[in-house]
């Protein structure tokens, strides 16, 4: 489940709430110094049983997915030209009305650099 919410390691993330050990069928246990981090922004170490993250200071500590809150940071504006906007979010990157995924994105730059080899 902590895959699938969709945070990954290197996101920003706020604690919500407090979880109960084995919450929702979360495969760690809830510990009193955890208490401290509610409220505050981490960053994403990593994604596995739980979403670890690092802490200045502290502990590593993993958490269940829905004692978090992902901090969606503002998209990257870049402008091409005076007719086209590209707008750039961590999952694709969108020109005009057409959305290109990162992966699609280094697909054409390779294509490109093939046709100029040739």
């Not at 407090?18 to 929702?24: L, R, S």
């Not at 809150?69 to 999952?91: K, Q, W």
Request: glycine share 6%; net charge negative.
């Amino acid at each position: 489940m902590q895959k699938a919410s969709g945070i990954r390691a290197g996101d920003t993330v706020r604690v919500i709430r407090a979880a109960n050990d084995h919450e929702m069928g979360w495969i760690n246990s809830w510990e009193r110094s955890m208490d401290e981090c509610v409220g505050h922004e981490f960053k994403v170490h990593s994604v596995s049983g739980d979403i670890v993250l690092q802490m200045p200071d502290r502990d590593i500590y993993g958490f269940p997915f829905f004692a978090l809150m992902l901090i969606h940071p503002e998209p990257a504006l870049i402008y091409l030209n005076e007719e086209y906007v590209a707008t750039v979010t961590r999952d694709n990157v969108t020109v005009g009305c057409q959305v290109f995924s990162h992966e699609k994105i280094l697909e054409l730059a390779e294509a490109v650099k093939e046709a100029k080899t040739n």
